[in-house]
């Protein structure tokens, strides 16, 4: 991360998007910038990479952009640093960035308010797929609406999808229990307003569930997954 956000500093007048996969991962790098700002803008001053990396790999390739001394932009850095407000942040170190990219439904909603706060509302929150480590499934075809608005369309190609119909309370049941195959719904007898666990088979023979509630066509992402990712899973 260090490596990375020393790029993303010399780069800054450059840098027209901000992303991460998830959400989650922006109040860690803003943390992080916190704890290291000193040191990153010693490194742009001095034209040299901190002793701290010491992975060759990554000096290797920071000696490509670190290239010369640089003491006016490190002084900007610091001057917006320095204050005592990180309030909107991102847009005084990354002037021209369009737009925050990450995913922002289920639990990563938690953030918005953290992504807002550092953006000062002034970069739009765009989610624009949903995607697991078996395959794409679902993209988002308004990327610039309001993220509490997120759908996701589901892709026909990437895998083949079933729905098992939940009742009023949005559960089957014991989520142990075994579930007959004769429940499953194909994707052309799902109703709208109706509630569904979404099974997803992948070509490879690989599947999983996920929630969706179903709006005609598109399919609002309401919970992730049986197998839940953790934040601590996600930052480490």
């Not at 998830?22 to 700002?37: E, G």
Request: charge should be positive; hydrophobic fraction near 40%; glycine fraction near 6%.
């Amino acid at each position: 991360m260090y490596c990375q956000l020393l790029s993303g500093m010399i780069h800054r007048q450059q840098v027209l998007r901000l992303g991460a996969v998830f959400a989650s991962a922006f109040p860690c790098a803003i943390s992080f910038l916190k704890c290291n700002w000193v040191s990153l803008c010693n490194d742009i001053r001095t034209g040299k990479l901190s002793p701290v990396i010491t992975d060759s790999g990554c000096r290797l390739a920071i000696s490509s952009i670190l290239k010369s001394v640089d003491p006016h932009l490190a002084d900007e850095i610091e001057n917006i640093c320095s204050r005592r407000s990180w309030k909107g942040i991102v847009c005084n170190l990354c002037p021209k960035a369009k737009y925050i990219e990450a995913v922002v439904t289920g639990s990563m909603s938690q953030y918005i308010p953290a992504l807002e706060y550092y953006s000062m509302g002034k970069l739009p929150l765009v989610c624009t797929m949903y995607a697991s480590s078996e395959c794409y499934f679902g993209v988002n075809l308004k990327p610039l609406c309001d993220p509490a608005n997120v759908s996701f369309t589901l892709l026909p190609n990437m895998g083949y999808y079933e729905f098992i119909p939940l009742g009023k309370d949005e559960t089957y049941g014991n989520e142990d229990d075994m579930i007959s195959l004769n429940k499953l719904v194909d994707l052309v007898h799902i109703k709208t307003g109706c509630y569904y666990e979404l099974v997803v088979t992948t070509f490879s023979g690989q599947f999983f569930i996920t929630f969706f509630k179903n709006t005609c066509y598109y399919l609002q992402l309401r919970l992730v997954s049986k197998q839940k990712t953790s934040n601590h899973k996600i930052n480490t």
